[in-house]
Protein backbone atom coordinates (compact mmCIF):
# COMPACT_ATOMS: atom_id res chain seq x y z
CA UNK A 1 0.00 0.00 0.00
CA UNK A 2 1.24 3.75 -0.87
CA UNK A 3 0.61 6.47 1.05
CA UNK A 4 -0.14 9.45 -1.62
CA UNK A 5 -0.57 13.24 -0.20
CA UNK A 6 -2.55 15.24 -2.77
CA UNK A 7 -2.84 19.21 -2.88
CA UNK A 8 -5.82 20.44 -4.73
CA UNK A 9 -7.60 16.63 -4.28
CA UNK A 10 -10.87 17.96 -3.09
CA UNK A 11 -11.10 20.18 -6.24
CA UNK A 12 -10.34 19.25 -9.86
CA UNK A 13 -8.80 16.42 -8.77
CA UNK A 14 -11.48 14.75 -6.49
CA UNK A 15 -12.38 11.73 -8.71
CA UNK A 16 -8.29 11.36 -8.87
CA UNK A 17 -8.54 11.62 -4.96
CA UNK A 18 -11.21 8.74 -5.26
CA UNK A 19 -9.68 6.56 -7.22
CA UNK A 20 -6.70 6.68 -5.23
CA UNK A 21 -8.31 5.32 -2.25
CA UNK A 22 -10.68 2.55 -4.20
CA UNK A 23 -7.27 1.62 -5.33
CA UNK A 24 -6.61 1.07 -1.74
CA UNK A 25 -3.99 3.52 -1.25
CA UNK A 26 -3.88 5.48 1.82
CA UNK A 27 -4.60 9.35 0.57
CA UNK A 28 -3.93 12.28 2.31
CA UNK A 29 -5.71 15.21 0.88
CA UNK A 30 -4.21 18.99 1.84
CA UNK A 31 -7.69 21.46 1.55
CA UNK A 32 -8.82 24.49 2.99
CA UNK A 33 -12.53 23.71 2.61
CA UNK A 34 -14.38 21.46 4.57
CA UNK A 35 -17.39 21.37 2.70
CA UNK A 36 -15.69 20.46 -0.72
CA UNK A 37 -13.63 17.43 2.06
CA UNK A 38 -17.18 16.47 2.81
CA UNK A 39 -18.35 16.30 -1.23
CA UNK A 40 -15.17 14.06 -1.42
CA UNK A 41 -15.77 11.60 1.18
CA UNK A 42 -19.68 11.63 0.42
CA UNK A 43 -20.45 7.67 -0.96
CA UNK A 44 -16.70 7.00 -0.79
CA UNK A 45 -16.63 3.60 0.63
CA UNK A 46 -13.56 3.46 1.87
CA UNK A 47 -13.31 6.73 3.56
CA UNK A 48 -10.87 5.63 6.34
CA UNK A 49 -8.33 5.53 3.16
CA UNK A 50 -8.60 9.49 3.54
CA UNK A 51 -6.76 11.66 5.97
CA UNK A 52 -7.87 14.95 6.22
CA UNK A 53 -5.16 17.95 6.43
CA UNK A 54 -7.22 20.98 6.74
CA UNK A 55 -4.38 23.91 5.64
CA UNK A 56 -4.17 26.63 2.96
CA UNK A 57 -0.63 25.54 1.75
CA UNK A 58 0.30 29.25 1.86
CA UNK A 59 0.81 28.83 5.30
CA UNK A 60 4.21 27.70 5.31
CA UNK A 61 4.61 26.60 9.03
CA UNK A 62 0.90 25.01 8.91
CA UNK A 63 1.81 23.06 5.71
CA UNK A 64 5.11 21.77 7.43
CA UNK A 65 3.53 20.81 10.61
CA UNK A 66 0.07 18.86 8.70
CA UNK A 67 2.80 16.92 6.72
CA UNK A 68 4.96 15.74 9.32
CA UNK A 69 1.85 14.52 11.03
CA UNK A 70 0.67 12.32 8.66
CA UNK A 71 3.93 11.18 7.80
CA UNK A 72 3.90 9.94 11.70
CA UNK A 73 0.46 8.54 11.64
CA UNK A 74 0.22 7.05 8.38
CA UNK A 75 4.06 5.74 7.59
CA UNK A 76 6.45 7.98 4.29
CA UNK A 77 4.81 9.41 1.63
CA UNK A 78 5.43 7.93 -1.69
CA UNK A 79 3.74 9.85 -3.84
CA UNK A 80 3.11 13.62 -4.01
CA UNK A 81 0.52 15.07 -6.70
CA UNK A 82 0.59 18.95 -6.45
CA UNK A 83 -2.10 21.79 -7.99
CA UNK A 84 -0.26 24.80 -6.04
CA UNK A 85 -0.90 27.67 -7.70
CA UNK A 86 1.58 30.54 -8.21
CA UNK A 87 -0.13 32.38 -5.14
CA UNK A 88 2.36 30.23 -2.94
CA UNK A 89 5.69 29.81 -4.89
CA UNK A 90 7.40 28.32 -1.66
CA UNK A 91 4.43 25.22 -0.99
CA UNK A 92 6.24 22.65 -3.41
CA UNK A 93 9.51 22.74 -1.82
CA UNK A 94 7.92 22.78 1.85
CA UNK A 95 6.54 19.30 0.81
CA UNK A 96 10.14 18.40 -1.33
CA UNK A 97 11.59 19.38 2.19
CA UNK A 98 9.02 17.47 4.32
CA UNK A 99 8.67 14.45 2.41
CA UNK A 100 12.58 13.92 1.08
CA UNK A 101 14.04 10.73 3.28
CA UNK A 102 16.97 9.00 2.30
CA UNK A 103 15.31 5.79 3.06
CA UNK A 104 12.32 6.56 0.99
CA UNK A 105 11.97 7.79 -2.97
CA UNK A 106 9.19 9.50 -3.66
CA UNK A 107 7.52 10.70 -7.00
CA UNK A 108 6.29 14.08 -7.23
CA UNK A 109 3.78 14.73 -9.95
CA UNK A 110 3.16 18.47 -10.07
CA UNK A 111 0.04 19.92 -12.27
CA UNK A 112 0.77 22.98 -14.23
CA UNK A 113 -1.66 25.13 -15.94
CA UNK A 114 -1.45 25.51 -19.76
CA UNK A 115 0.97 28.33 -19.24
CA UNK A 116 3.23 26.14 -17.03
CA UNK A 117 6.83 25.79 -18.08
CA UNK A 118 8.35 22.45 -16.16
CA UNK A 119 12.18 23.50 -16.75
CA UNK A 120 11.69 26.32 -14.99
CA UNK A 121 9.72 25.11 -12.31
CA UNK A 122 12.13 22.26 -11.72
CA UNK A 123 15.17 24.47 -11.72
CA UNK A 124 13.59 26.73 -8.82
CA UNK A 125 13.57 23.88 -6.92
CA UNK A 126 15.88 21.66 -4.21
CA UNK A 127 15.53 18.26 -5.56
CA UNK A 128 17.40 15.81 -3.83
CA UNK A 129 18.49 12.32 -5.74
CA UNK A 130 15.10 10.15 -3.89
CA UNK A 131 12.85 12.62 -5.45
CA UNK A 132 11.98 11.89 -9.15
CA UNK A 133 10.16 15.35 -10.22
CA UNK A 134 7.37 14.79 -12.63
CA UNK A 135 5.17 16.79 -14.58
CA UNK A 136 1.47 17.39 -15.94
CA UNK A 137 0.68 20.15 -17.79
CA UNK A 138 -3.44 20.93 -18.40
CA UNK A 139 -3.95 21.53 -22.12
CA UNK A 140 -7.23 22.27 -24.05
CA UNK A 141 -9.52 20.36 -26.00
CA UNK A 142 -10.55 21.28 -29.55
CA UNK A 143 -14.36 21.25 -30.26
CA UNK A 144 -16.56 22.74 -33.28
CA UNK A 145 -16.59 25.96 -31.66
CA UNK A 146 -12.95 25.82 -31.37
CA UNK A 147 -10.97 25.19 -28.18
CA UNK A 148 -12.20 24.80 -24.40
CA UNK A 149 -10.98 24.02 -21.36
CA UNK A 150 -10.83 20.37 -19.66
CA UNK A 151 -12.91 19.09 -17.30
CA UNK A 152 -12.50 18.14 -14.18
CA UNK A 153 -13.04 14.34 -15.18
CA UNK A 154 -10.53 14.76 -17.91
CA UNK A 155 -7.61 16.20 -15.78
CA UNK A 156 -8.58 13.28 -13.37
CA UNK A 157 -7.87 11.30 -16.11
CA UNK A 158 -5.20 12.72 -17.37
CA UNK A 159 -3.15 12.52 -14.35
CA UNK A 160 -4.02 8.92 -13.25
CA UNK A 161 -2.42 7.87 -16.60
CA UNK A 162 0.54 10.29 -15.98
CA UNK A 163 0.61 8.58 -12.31
CA UNK A 164 0.27 5.30 -13.89
CA UNK A 165 2.29 5.37 -16.51
CA UNK A 166 4.59 7.25 -14.55
CA UNK A 167 5.34 10.09 -17.17
CA UNK A 168 8.43 12.58 -16.60
CA UNK A 169 6.17 14.97 -18.77
CA UNK A 170 2.76 14.90 -19.79
CA UNK A 171 0.34 17.27 -21.45
CA UNK A 172 -3.55 16.61 -21.27
CA UNK A 173 -4.95 17.52 -24.26
CA UNK A 174 -3.39 19.90 -26.73
CA UNK A 175 -0.97 22.49 -25.49
Do not use: C
Request: glycine share 8%; charged share 25%; aromatic share 6%.
Amino acid sequence: MKHALIIGGTGMLSQFTRRMAVAGDHVSVVARNSEKMERLEAGLANADMLTKLYVNYDNSEGLREKIRTTVKHNGPIDIVIAWIHTSAPEALQIVIDEVAKPENSVRIFQVLGSRGTPESQRRSLNLPQQIQYRSVILGSVENEDGFRWLTHEEISEGVWDAVTNDYIASVIGKQ
